[in-house]
């Protein structure tokens, strides 16, 4: 997967400076966070026991292993996971993106006694097919015992794939909720909070559910920050949000007249998500086995090896896309000694002004495209980490201080497309669109500045 993403890099990049040196260093940000190696650094098997960071899980004292994966790392995950635990007697639920025919269909088929159901969910707005998921994730815990140990795989993406509604909400109510989140610019960890009072599988619903069973969670973050709560809307973690915070944020982003009325009552009856303290998370071991931070670190460190001046710039980059554009422009106008590389963490919101098509990605590129016109030797990369940003086939896009002008020949002007949220048709024409294709992986976004 990395040599194909790295070739995928390369192309996107074919008309621009040093591309085979991006290329690398945009890879090994990917490889650094690549489902299956992060499985492999935190869990492994010592003849009888399954060593799990620091803690050590005899496996005698267990009837079985219970894997749930959810996300769209799932398939990496489960296959490294199943290496791992070799023929220990398994069972599972898989509830990723797509569904996959390999390498984990071939080796659930042929290594028995496993017995797994895969069931793909809908992203990024739920479906039937995620609340089919949903409610059989729900069923699943609820039948584990003291005897049972159930290893949760997380991943982005599992808040859409996985939703078991509490009762009295319905699914269109949902995914009205859902798409007037994702055009308002609400932050992933705000729309989770709310998902998190809506749902029984999430907010600890998946632990609450499968309690007085053991549960491990391998969690691959996607949020800012990494709350444990927040990523895939927190199954297995405690929830320090309230149903009074979840209303706050309709009232901040002026949503209570647009929502339907049973997302308010469900609010009002639904019960308490479990919260920090409660005695049913001593039987719950999480840990964060990749975020954005790591990949963000091997970009860096791969830059420095092919000789240039690498700086982080955090990896809490929140707000609106085109205004974190001019904020990161902003250090084009510093003192860095060149070649440099620059990498930023985190990732933007989009608040739909117009009709047109993109992802945060690419219209923080389109407004930094704007505020580098004119500049010599710089070129900034937008990219989500899973290869896919909004509705599109595109991660991202590369930019430089002519984009604006190789539009104009063009008869494209940056400012109208920008203007309409349509930065995939400004940068479809001049083949600056990043497309490596999914990469199993999702750490959030990463943009990275390059000067030579």
């Not at 069931?119 to 729900?138: C, D, K, M, R």
């Not at 391998?218 to 709350?227: K, M, Q, R, W």
């Not at 710039?313 to 990161?328: F, Y």
Request: aromatic share 6%; proline share 6%; net charge neutral.
């Amino acid at each position: 997967m990395t040599k194909l993403v790295k070739k995928n890099f390369a192309d996107a990049l074919q008309n621009h400076p040093r591309r085979d040196d991006i290329a690398q260093i945009l890879a090994a940000c990917i490889e650094a966070v690549e489902p299956g190696n992060a499985i492999r650094r935190f869990v492994r098997r010592n003849k009888n026991i399954l060593h799990v960071s620091s803690r050590a899980y005899p496996l005698d004292e267990f009837k079985r292993i219970n894997i749930l994966g959810l996300g769209k790392a799932t398939e990496a995950m489960s296959l490294a996971l199943l290496d791992v635990l070799a023929s220990f007697p398994s069972r599972g639920l898989l509830i990723p993106k797509q569904a996959f025919d390999s390498p984990v269909c071939r080796k659930i088929h042929f290594a028995p006694p496993q017995e797994f159901t895969i069931l793909p969910g809908g992203h990024p707005i739920p479906t039937e097919a995620s609340v089919l998921a949903g409610n059989e994730a729900f069923e699943f815990a609820s039948s584990l015992d003291e005897s049972d140990l159930l290893i949760c795989l997380i991943s982005g993406g599992g808040s859409a794939l996985m939703t078991s509604p509490q009762p009295g909400l319905d699914l269109e109510a949902l995914q009205s909720l859902t798409k007037l989140l994702l055009s308002c610019g609400a932050r992933v960890d705000e729309s989770n909070a709310l998902r998190r009072h809506l749902d029984k599988v999430k907010g600890g619903g998946i632990a609450k559910a499968a309690f007085p069973a053991r549960v491990v969670s391998l969690i691959l973050s996607d949020v800012v920050g990494n709350p444990l709560e927040a990523i895939a809307s927190g199954p297995t973690a405690p929830d320090p949000s309230t149903k009074e915070d979840a209303l706050n944020i309709l009232k901040k982003y002026d949503l209570m007249k647009k929502i339907s009325a049973t997302i308010l009552r469900v609010l009002e009856s639904s019960p308490e998500t479990p919260k920090p303290g409660d005695a049913l998370f001593e039987r719950v071991q999480n840990v964060l086995v990749g975020s954005n931070l790591l990949a963000a670190q091997a970009g860096l460190e791969k830059a420095k090896s092919l000789g240039f001046h690498a700086h982080f710039l955090g990896d809490a980059w929140q707000g609106e896309a085109r205004e974190s554009a001019k904020e990161l422009c902003g250090y084009f106008k510093r003192d860095y000694k060149r070649p440099f590389c620059l990498i930023a963490g985190g990732e933007t919101t989009v608040t739909l002004r117009g009709d047109g098509k993109g992802g945060r990605n690419q219209e923080l590129a389109l407004a930094a495209a704007i505020e580098m016109s004119g500049l010599q030797n710089v070129m900034l990369i937008a990219l989500a980490t899973d290869g896919e940003d909004g509705p599109t086939d595109a991660a991202g896009a590369v930019v430089t201080g002519e984009t604006c002008q190789r539009g104009e020949r063009l008869g494209m002007n940056a400012q109208t497309f920008l203007s309409r949220n349509d930065a995939y048709a400004f940068f479809d024409p001049l083949g600056d669109l990043l497309k490596p294709g999914p990469t199993g992986t999702n750490v959030n976004d990463l943009t990275v500045l390059i000067g030579w």
